[in-house]
């Protein structure tokens, strides 16, 4: 029987300075043990990180590319959920 | 590194496509948009990519193995371990770049298969041998240096996973230069017989080194419709050239002596190279270069040597998932 492909995982990474995990890449590894050193290896040789996170490819769900106007555009009109929307006289200063 | 050469794409497979959609996509293009894996593309830039970008990672795999040779005869604990991390870089580059080739649609284990059976191509650079100390810092000098050239551009390539992979190898890459450029200053303030060392290595380096950059521009073929994706950003000719204007000084400065006597410099300060031996190129890439068949045979061997872990690994997964699926049925 031959081996099955290796499943994917996607890292995320939360840096030094107390920021959210963020996506960084992705790797192969028949297990979560082995993903995460794995992705000790790869993607923090050079102190990127204080934690790490895999996620299994497949247990991520992703918006359409073809819908991203239905998604995203109704935010894209509102400009008044935007400070700079507001006028603020100058002599107030800094707001 | 290092894919100037490889970069060619396949642009007469076109033409079946959604016209309406492939304008759509060109004018993203146009518009410096990134493409994204789950975007619409047309069928011959997902295969260009997917060959540059697996090639690419290729390379970086093959190119551990000139280096590696090294490694248990470095002059010091110092030069040891520097090369030992760019050794494990470059197999991290390679691991950055597989991972951005798969999100066009092939495995891994499809891509390394097509390395293995020599369908698919490596940077022919890899197929010289490292006869001396000197030729590990001539790499990092200058093997580094033009893969530099050829990575920058690519940060900015239209296709986002690639642009990605890309900033990362390029942030990395920098010390691997420098560490090979300090290697070649010790040796070119040494013994006679040490600076002699260095002289030949950049001897038998400089001519295949400026061939990394690919053919040149009035016969690469494939050229436009990459530039026109904006998957290539230079051509081959004016990365060489910036190349070879960067390497100079530095070779004056090391008191080493390029070997093209014919060099001269222009009235706007570029340097003029002698005409590149294609035939050479031509005969490395078709496979007969000094160590094509060791390079493949040493990474069929290690392939085959860690199946066993391969295989250990995923049925130790397999017997841990039903294990804990027998736990939660009780």
């Known amino acids: ?95 | 590194m290092y894919t100037q050469a490889l970069n060619s794409s396949d642009g007469d497979d076109r033409g079946i496509e959604d016209a309406a959609r492939a304008a759509a996509f060109q004018a993203r293009i146009d518009d410096d948009e990134r493409i994204e894996p789950n975007d619409w593309m047309p069928a011959a830039y997902r295969k260009t990519l997917t060959r540059q970008i697996s090639q690419h990672a290729h390379s970086e795999i093959v190119g551990m193995l000139p280096e590696g040779n090294w490694i248990t005869r470095a002059p010091s604990l110092r030069r040891k371990a520097a090369l030992l991390a760019k050794v494990q870089d470059e197999c991290g580059h390679g691991l950055y770049l597989y991972a951005a080739a798969e999100t066009l649609g092939t495995s891994r284990e499809e891509l390394v298969d097509l390395m293995l059976s020599g369908k698919a191509k490596y940077s022919s650079i890899f197929n010289y041998p490292t006869l001396t100390w000197a030729d590990i810092g001539t790499i990092g000098w200058l093997v580094d240096g033009a893969a530099i050239m050829n990575q920058i551009p690519l940060c900015r390539c239209s296709y986002g996973p690639y642009a990605r992979a890309m900033i990362r190898v390029c942030k990395e890459e920098s010390f691997h230069q420098r560490q090979g450029f300090e290697i070649m200053v010790t040796l070119c303030r040494g013994t006679e017989e040490q600076k002699a060392m260095a002289q030949d290595a950049l001897n038998r380096w400089w001519w295949p080194v400026l061939m990394m950059f690919g053919p040149p521009d009035k016969v690469s073929q494939h050229s436009d419709t990459s530039t026109k994706w904006k998957i290539k950003r230079f051509s081959n000719d004016e990365l060489r050239q910036k190349f070879v204007d960067a390497t100079v000084p530095q070779a004056q400065f090391l008191g080493l002596t390029i070997p093209d006597p014919g060099m001269t410099q222009n009235e706007s300060g570029n340097w003029v190279y002698s005409e590149i031996d294609w035939a050479e190129f031509n005969q490395v890439l078709a496979g007969n270069g000094p160590c094509n068949r060791e390079r493949l045979a040493a990474r069929r061997k290690a392939h085959d040597d860690g199946a066993w872990v391969r295989e250990a690994a995923a049925a130790y997964a397999e017997k841990r998932k039903a294990r804990l699926l027998a736990q939660a049925a009780e």
């Open chain 1, 1 to 95: 029987m031959p081996t099955p492909n290796t499943p994917l995982w996607e890292v995320f990474i939360r840096s030094r300075n107390g920021l959210a995990h963020k996506h960084v890449g992705s790797l192969h590894a028949s297990d979560a043990t082995l993903a995460l050193q794995a992705a000790r290896d790869i993607y923090t040789r050079r102190g990127e990180g204080l934690s790490i996170w895999v996620v299994p490819s497949n247990a991520i769900t992703a918006s359409d590319p073809s819908e991203k106007g239905m998604m995203f555009e109704p935010a894209e009109s509102k400009i008044y959920r935007h400070p700079t929307f507001y006028d603020v006289p100058d002599e107030v200063g800094h707001m």
